[in-house]
Every structure is written in structure tokens, then in C-alpha cells.
């Protein structure tokens, strides 16, 4: 039987004289049996810590339940979880047999947005599960993306850019959720296409310390890649290397031998002066005064 708890208002019309349950209103707080609880199907938290737990049942054991979990009844005597998993799990951790809990009406689908919603609000949720609870407001409940922005206040752009996170391979998701990068870096890598490049960049950002702002610099480079001097070099056959250095022996000046894929090109010999261009002419052999 869950018994009145004094932080709830009003309660003694909950149970009357004779021990029968009433009807309980929607904002009651009553303290309830742990063992008549049960964790909630729709909780959108996937990993609990357990070094944290311990800490909050310790400061459970020293001041109580500060905070009543949410629940729903679902039968006599018996209620699911909507929010406070942490709490419940570590009041029993604490070895405590009741725990005070608000009091709620709620179906299934009521019951999954609130759980949603509420852990979306919490700042202990690590962003993949904040994405997920989001996709979960979409897919099941049926929110849009204007809807959801009012109910957890929230920017409708701060909602997409959690919804992306999960376009990223699942190995760098379980990064995210592991701490191994932040959301900033996460951002970042969304901005590369091929799953694989995103890979390589996620383990550079880890192998190197890279900051969010050095990520965002070497992405840039990766997705608008600038040509350098040896990759115009590998267009220049062997053979026409081969050349291009006689070339510059021979005039004793760095000559640029240039070719297309079609064969045409051009030789490029630099001087420096009037006596230089004289010396190559005459390596030529043409005087300057014959050109005239």
C-alpha cells in the first residue's frame, strides 16, 4: 500500500479511514514501495554509470530523497517508472525500502514523451541518447521538429544538429558516448560524406589532441583539397623528367617543361639579365644580334 508522504498537499483524501486506495490526483507525491516498482520500457538512457551510483546512494543514505521520482500506476499496488531511474536504482543501492514519487496518469504514448522529454532535459545525458530520445519523439510520438522545439525549449537548429550525430558510424557514436570526442568535434565530422573518411578523421582527432577548431581546419582541407607541386609532378612522365633535368644542366637555368595528357606542352627557359638571355642564345646557337 503506498502511504502519504508529507511532501504531498492535500493528501488525506488519498486514503480514507478503512486503508482503501482512492483515486489519486496527478500531482500527488506519496512514498512507495521500491519493490512495487518497475523501470521504465521507454527510459531512453542506455548506459548507467556505475561509480556515480554509488555516489548517490551515499548522499541518499546521508539526506534522504531530496527530489520524488515520477511514476505511473498501472495496477493495484504496482507502478512503472517515468523518470528517477538513477534515484531509484541507487536508493536501492542504499537499501532503502520506500521511496516518496509523484503520482501520474499516463498511457504508453503519453508515457514515452514524458520520459523522453524529461531526459532530454537532464544535462547528465550524453549526446547520442539525447539524439536518439529526439528521433524517438519523431518516429513514435509523432512530434515534428517545430513540435519538439516548443516542448523542451529547445532551437529547432539545435535539434538537427543532434539529429545528425546519428548519420555518423556507429563506432564514432560510441566515441561520443564514451567522451573520446565532444559534440563540437562530432559536429565537425558530420560535414564529411564518405563514412570511412570520417573514420580516419575521428582517430586522428583522438591520436593527435586535436581541438574542435583544429578538427574543423583539417576538415575543410579534407573536403577542398588544393593541389600541391608533387601531385602536378606525377603528371610529368619519367621520361619527360629525364628531359626537363638535361634541360636545366645543359642552360645551367631551371627550365619548366610542361605537358598535357594530348602531348602538346611547352619549354619554359628563365634569365635573369641581358647578358643571361646572351649566354643562352649562344648555348642555342644564335647570337642575339642574328634574332634581329
Do not use: W
Not at 544535462?123 to 541518447?129: N, T
Not at 516542448?151 to 567522451?179: F, H, W
Amino acid at each position: 500500500m503506498a502511504k502519504r508522504n508529507a511532501l504531498g498537499k492535500g493528501l488525506g483524501a488519498l486514503i480514507d479511514d478503512s486503508g482503501e486506495e482512492k483515486t489519486v490526483d496527478a500531482d500527488s507525491v506519496l512514498e512507495i514501495s521500491l519493490k512495487d516498482i518497475e523501470t521504465n520500457p521507454f527510459q531512453p538512457r542506455t548506459f548507467f554509470d556505475e561509480e556515480t551510483l554509488s555516489e548517490l546512494a551515499a548522499s541518499i543514505k546521508e539526506l534522504g530523497i531530496i527530489q520524488p521520482i515520477t511514476v505511473r500506476k498501472t495496477e493495484k499496488n504496482t507502478f512503472q517508472l517515468i523518470s528517477g531511474e538513477r534515484r531509484y536504482r541507487a536508493s536501492l543501492l542504499a537499501g532503502l525500502k520506500k521511496i516518496p514519487a509523484f503520482i501520474r496518469f499516463a498511457d504508453d504514448q503519453s508515457m514515452l514523451e514524458m520520459a523522453l522529454v524529461e531526459n532530454i532535459q537532464r544535462e547528465d545525458l550524453d549526446a547520442i541518447e539525447v539524439a536518439i530520445s529526439y528521433q524517438r519523439l519523431i518516429e513514435e510520438c509523432k512530434l515534428t521538429q517545430e513540435n519538439m522545439s516548443d516542448r523542451v525549449g529547445k532551437k529547432r537548429s539545435t535539434i538537427s544538429n543532434y539529429l545528425r550525430l546519428l548519420k555518423l558510424p556507429a563506432e564514432i557514436q560510441l566515441g561520443i558516448r564514451d567522451k573520446q570526442i565532444s559534440m563540437g568535434h562530432a559536429r565537425a565530422l558530420v560535414n564529411i560524406e564518405d563514412p570511412e573518411t570520417q573514420l580516419k578523421a575521428y582517430y586522428r582527432i583522438i591520436d593527435e589532441g586535436l581541438s574542435v577548431r583544429k578538427t574543423e581546419e583539417m576538415i575543410r582541407d579534407i573536403n577542398n583539397p588544393q593541389p600541391t607541386a608533387t601531385k602536378a609532378k606525377k603528371n610529368l612522365p619519367e621520361e619527360f623528367e629525364q628531359v626537363k633535368k638535361h634541360l636545366t644542366d645543359h642552360f645551367a637555368s631551371k627550365v619548366d617543361l610542361k605537358r598535357t595528357t594530348k602531348g602538346n606542352g611547352k619549354i619554359i627557359i628563365p634569365f635573369t639579365s641581358d647578358e643571361d638571355l646572351e649566354r643562352i642564345m649562344e648555348l642555342l646557337g644564335k647570337k642575339k644580334s642574328e634574332s634581329k
